[in-house]
């Protein structure tokens, strides 16, 4: 730009400068011509005054040359010329034939004679002479050597000057340009609040000015898309559910963490094809079905086995072009677990309800053809005991969903101590039934908050599983106490025991270890206890070993306020 301005500057002060000199030159030479034929037309007159046989013609000069006469008669001859003998007839020569027509005669020509350009001015004398005097052009023209030298100064001078006024020019222009360029840059780089600083209202002031504005609305522009940016990111930071989004190549343009979480993907994964990422066929597969397929349940194996619901949706460019897909993921592990619990709990619950139900039938049935009364009574005891199952297990029910449905526990404090010698009370009569001795072992007599209700349902299905699964002459033993801030609650056993396997299972509902080792047991017993526990806040803990028998260990935190929901 600098050299552009400088070079063209320079041309044209250059350019501008030939064209006025030449032009100068050309109409002060047409000046000196027609000068030298004024003073040749004198001349003509003295000439012709004088007798120019004899004259002295030398004091005739026209700018220290002398001039050559030359006199013509009428049928062209020349009769005289005091510079040349040689001379051919001159009728056809220009101003010898205007100045017979005319009474003078001028020309700028060649001059076949002398071979140089001669100015020539011609003068009827009379009829029959033709004065004519001419000098060559030569010694007319303005241009001589010395003259050359100071144009070739000016010349200098003059380039010298539209350098010096170039260089000028390119600061008025180029600087602020070049600090346009220098701010445009900044903004590119992303330093937006930079702006152009304007020194006056030209044309590049102006242009600063609309740079400005323009810079102004792409700072807000940019600042909009950024908080919009922000807050998606904060969305999609926080959900609970995978966004994934692809471009049309299947490469990653976005994916939130908790996608990853699901997926597995570790470090950067933008950029990346999805099926590098992502090792599971159904949902590869998912992504590259036709879009009237936009959701789907798929089961995912790898890093952990789950269920996730799938949905996809086109990206729509402005141009309304899909450029993508994006993809959002659920984790329905959970829900489908529910979902399975529930239907397996009511089939459970159906089973149970089935088998009383259909000895109660049967039996009731074949008591109107038993005669014998032995056979009735028997009968009639295993109706007895079919209802007495029915109704546990009808009770249970209800009271697991009782405290399932309970938000908020029944608030009160009770002495632990009080609740449990009651039960001992309630259960010393079937221990004694397997001469089974229970010990209370008491080391706290402070009192806890929460429904004393639902600790005795906790504590009697407690004592009452260890006396259901001890054996003959067992031995159990109740102790509570306190360990740190916790009450502590604990029911030993030296019975049967729980297989290891068995032992994370207990707790839920309707499973019992060995169905043959509890007939009478409806397998809620734990499932209720469980939820109480948790009512309270506090935590259950088995230790338990085959053949040697089971620990039950309860904590609940001391004057803690239970009102968590289950
Ligand atoms: P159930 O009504 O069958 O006793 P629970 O939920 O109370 O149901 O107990 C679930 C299973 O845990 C029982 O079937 C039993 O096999 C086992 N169990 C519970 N308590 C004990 C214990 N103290 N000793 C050995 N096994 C036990």
Known sequence: MKKRIITSVVITVIFALIIVTSSFIVLLNINNINDAKEVLSIYNICFSKGDYTNEDLSIYKFKGNSVRFTVVNKDGDVIFDNETSILDNHKDREEIIEAFSNGTGTSVRFSKTLSVDMVYYATKINEDIVVRSSVPVNNIKIVTLGALKYYIAIVIAVFLLSLALAVKLVKIIVYP?????????????????KRAIIGNYDEIGLLAQTFNNMADQLETKINDSLDKQNKLEAILESMESGVIALDNNEKIILSNPYSKKIFDLQGDVIGKKISSCVIDYDFINFIREL???????????HPVEREIRVKKAPIISGSKNQIGIVIAIQDITDIKRLENMRSEFVANVSHELKTPLTSIKG???????????????????????EAERLTNLINDILILSNIENLHKMESGN???????????????KQAEKKQIKIEFINEFNNEIIGSEDKFHQLALNLIENAIKYSNENGD?????????????????????????????RIFERFYRVDKSRSTRGTGLGLAIVKHIVKLFNGDITVQSKLGIGSTFTVKIKINKKFNNKI
């Open 177 to 193: 340009i070049k600090e346009l360029e220098k701010v445009t840059a900044k903004i590119a780089n992303g330093n937006l609040n």
């Open 291 to 301: 879009p009237d397929i936009n959701t789907k349940e798929i089961k995912l194996f």
């Open 363 to 385: 039996f009731s049935e074949t008591l109107r053809y038993v005669d014998d009364s032995e056979t009735k009574n028997k009968f009639l005891n295993i109706i007895d005991k």
């Open 414 to 428: 009770f002495r632990p101590k009080e609740v449990i010698e009651n039960i001992i009370d309630i259960v010393r």
């Open 476 to 504: 159990v033993k109740i102790i509570i106490t306190s360990e740190n801030e916790y009450f502590v609650f604990k029911v030993i056993d030296d019975g049967i025991g729980i297989p290891e396997n068995d032992i994370p």
